[in-house]
């Protein structure tokens, strides 16, 4: 079984910062593109980051310039570190794993539970 587990959410003022973690836990060997979605209420969930295992990055633009997604592979985490934040930033933030192979499975498509963020003064 592989899980993926968020934490660093919060209450952040307008122009503050946050860092999420994503951690997955499993008996995990590899884990190729990963990636941070978010959804507002009221709207559909949208693609954020994503991070290949090679450290290639892609974001949507209007989070370029203020959010960095990073990852330790050694320790099967993603980061989002989350710079001038807007109130249009407030979300739950969902961390996503293309595809995670242990030693007995290969899982496709695996989420965490989210992370609320907003974005208040």
């Known amino acids: 079984q592989v899980q993926l587990v968020e934490s660093g959410g919060g209450l952040v003022q307008p122009g503050g910062s946050l860092r999420l973690s994503c951690a997955a836990s499993?008996?995990?060997?590899?884990?190729?593109?990963m990636g941070w979605y978010r959804q507002a209420p009221g709207k559909q969930r949208e693609l954020v980051a994503t991070?290949?295992?090679?450290?290639?990055?892609n974001y949507i633009d209007p989070v370029k310039g203020r959010f960095t997604i990073s990852r330790d592979n050694a320790k099967n985490t993603v980061y989002l570190q989350m710079n001038s934040l807007k109130p249009e930033d407030t979300a739950v933030y969902y961390c996503?794993?293309?595809?995670?192979?242990?030693?007995?499975?290969?899982?496709?498509?695996?989420w965490g539970q989210g992370t609320l963020v907003t974005v208040s003064s």
């Open positions: 991070i290949t295992s090679e450290g290639n990055t």
């Open positions: 499993g008996s995990i060997f590899s884990i190729n593109a």
């Open positions: 996503n794993a293309q595809r995670v192979e242990t030693r007995t499975h290969v899982y496709f498509g695996v």
